[in-house]
């Protein structure tokens, strides 16, 4: 069951179907581990591929040694895309002539040849390429695409469909069972839809030269024409199809992989390169390619260097077809989680006992998870098997807090597991207010983990909060803190020792009380907030009393507790209110009705009580009958 992204959704509908419209915006959609990127693109294929040639490829199921050698390039991605864009749909008659050319020249071996015999070797392989050679070809490419697309465990019969159909897209000799080449797909070598004035077959014989080559610009050429080819190809194909109604989709998934990058990369100078030439005078040959892309962030970083213009960030929110429409080159969209809404509906997918309704559960889910994807789907399914956990969201979470962080650094990690260095630094930072205070913690990460690691400059796991400053995830930070609080008191980075550490090095008033309060100090705490509640404009204290009441303290035992202060005092009122105040406003565990009617009055007295030392009393009075609503409500 799949909910939510109606926006996102809304606007890959509209792009697939802007046929005619010009070449469609790469979409780079962004979002922290675990929000839902990769099930979008899972979603769109269960949703276009009956009605257009749909590809979804996975550069991240891809072996490190493929990905670091000559086949590093964009060639692993291209094979894939071929592959899985040849399945057959009604109205779009792919052919690949142009790709499968250049995957020809490829393969044709010249070194010790002069460029006469080597030219000659090259169209007599061209010329004489039968059905077994164009087999032969098709097994190579699924070895080179590996797992970045689903294949059969026994890829012989796929491989043999995908070659019978490429064949059948191609003129055959009526003498001979060789393939006859399209003059037009061979003279495309010498201009490449870029006005070039190469000669077509030195062109393609260069290729074959230059397939081996591991120096970067000359690979950067490579991947330039093979990504050109594709392109020409889909073009040609679609050209006589004059009732077409949809563009072809490709969706790439873990968009900041090297191979993945590189691919984008080559596409984005390809479109700029054919652009140009239509801005030139030229009119600009139709793109009939949709591609969408998942990152964490740095995609957008590595392809900055490109000079590309620059795109438009917007939120999931923010989508509108029309913002779109005026960029043509390349959005960046940022994932947004799960509205409750959305959770609740997902719960409605399941059968509760008759005793629990579907609701209860998606409002204890979404407040546990904050609509995190990944961790609505995990806590949903522990509930599918232990229903009674709803009414106890403390012990539902407990034991699961590092299966529910792991996604959040799995993306930094080589392969499928999240590296544990990584997880064990994220609940070291998860303390930190800010990012700026999370870099005084660096002495205390674990190697290889510095202040370089993409923990630190990640800008999906670093957002802007409501005071514009970086800021883990409200969930980050929960489930790590709840985590650091159980480190044993020697632990290299014990919960005293991070906490203190912020403390040390706090340079404004508000984290420096936060991490005291954290610290288990609200005797302090309550008695400088006290003093300062008369000297400070009532605006600016309940900001920095709301700040440093931010998060709940695991280690808070006693939230209603009044410590040594007199009882009715101002001193006991602000001592509680700041264990009350984080256990109602920020404890996703408590949910039981009766426990926090108790505490919004507590909260609601104490308030009215310290009104009168405020120098605006009607600031502290509307926020207590804030509280005081919630306990009508539940009467």
């Not at 020249?105 to 077994?132: F, K, P």
């Not at 080159?329 to 994932?335: D, F, G, L, T, Y």
């Not at 993306?411 to 303390?431: M, P």
């Not at 600016?540 to 507790?561: G, H, I, K, Q």
Request: glycine share 8%.
């Amino acid at each position: 069951m799949f909910e939510g992204r109606t926006r996102l959704r809304g606007l890959v509908k509209e792009l697939v179907e802007a046929v005619g419209a010009g070449t469609t915006p790469v979409l780079v959609v962004e979002g922290c581990g675990g929000s839902g990127k990769t099930a979008l693109l899972t979603q769109t294929v269960l949703e276009w591929q009956d009605t257009t040639p749909t590809v979804l490829v996975r550069p991240r199921e891809l072996r490190v040694d493929d990905e670091d050698g000559a086949a590093g390039a964009v060639r692993p991605v291209l094979a894939a895309v071929l592959l899985g864009l040849s399945a057959e749909v009604p109205g779009f008659p792919l052919s690949f002539e142009r790709v499968l050319l250049a995957q020809i020249a490829m393969r044709v071996e010249v070194e010790g040849l002069d460029q006469d015999a080597a030219l000659d070797e090259l169209n007599r392989q061209t010329n004489n390429y039968r059905e077994r050679n164009l087999r032969d070809l098709i097994r190579d490419l699924a070895a080179t695409a590996g797992s970045l697309i689903q294949l059969p465990l026994d890829p012989g019969p796929m491989v043999n469909r995908i070659a019978d159909y490429l064949g059948g897209m191609l003129e055959s000799s009526r003498r001979a069972s060789n393939f006859r080449w399209s003059r037009a797909a061979l003279e495309w070598f010498g201009h490449q839809d870029q006005g070039l004035g190469l000669n077509a077959d030195r062109a393609r014989l260069r290729l074959s030269a230059q397939a081996r080559s591991r120096d970067p610009d000359v690979r950067r050429d490579v991947d330039d024409l093979l990504v050109a080819a594709l392109l020409a190809d889909l073009r040609h194909s679609l050209a006589p199809v004059t009732t077409r109604l949809h563009n072809v989709v490709m969706l790439l998934d873990d968009g900041d992989i090297a191979v993945a990058t590189t691919f984008v990369r080559a596409l984005l100078r390809v479109r700029r390169a054919v652009a140009d030439r239509g801005r030139g005078g030229d009119p600009a040959p139709p793109d009939p390619l949709l591609v969408m892309t998942t990152s964490g962030g740095l995609l957008a970083e590595e392809l900055a260097d490109d000079e590309l213009p620059a795109p438009e960030l917007l939120r999931e929110s923010e989508v509108d077809i029309s913002l779109v429409a005026e960029t043509r080159v390349w959005v960046r969209i940022r994932s947004e989680d799960l509205t409750g809404k959305d959770v609740v509906q997902l719960a409605k997918g399941h059968l509760w006992p008759n005793d629990l309704a579907a609701s209860t559960v998606g409002k204890v889910v979404y407040g546990l998870s904050r609509g995190h994807p990944k961790s609505v789907d995990a806590l949903l399914r522990r509930l599918h098997d232990e229903p009674s956990l709803a009414r106890d969201p403390g012990k539902l979470l407990r034991g699961v807090e590092n299966s529910l962080l792991e996604p959040f650094v799995r993306e930094f990690s080589a392969g499928d597991r999240a590296n544990k260095h990584h997880l064990r630094a994220l609940v070291t930072l998860s303390a930190a207010l800010t990012k700026l205070d999370a870099q005084t913690l660096a002495p205390l990460l674990p190697d290889p983990v510095e202040l370089d690691s993409p923990l630190y400059s990640s800008s999906t796991l670093w957002t802007s909060g409501d005071s514009g400053q970086q800021q883990l995830p409200p969930l980050v930070r929960h489930l790590g803190m709840r985590l650091l609080s159980a480190r044993v008191d020697d632990d290299e980075a014990s919960w005293a020792k991070v906490i203190g550490r912020l403390r040390d090095h706090a340079g404004d008033e508000g984290p420096r009380l936060r991490y005291t309060l954290l610290l288990g100090d609200r005797e302090a705490v309550a008695e400088e907030l006290l003093e300062s509640l008369e000297d400070m404009a009532t605006r600016d204290w309940l900001e920095l009393f709301d700040l440093v009441t931010s998060d709940v303290n695991p280690r808070e035992t006693a939230p209603e507790s009044i410590g040594t202060a007199q009882r009715g005092s101002d001193l006991a009122h602000t001592y509680r209110l700041l264990g009350v105040v984080p256990a109602f406003d920020h404890d996703p565990c408590s949910t039981e009705p009766d426990v926090r009617q108790d505490l919004a009055a507590q909260v609601a007295q104490a308030l009215r009580q310290l009104s009168n030392r405020a120098q605006d009393p009607a600031l502290l009075l509307r926020r207590a009958q804030r509280y005081e609503r919630f306990g009508r409500n539940y009467r």
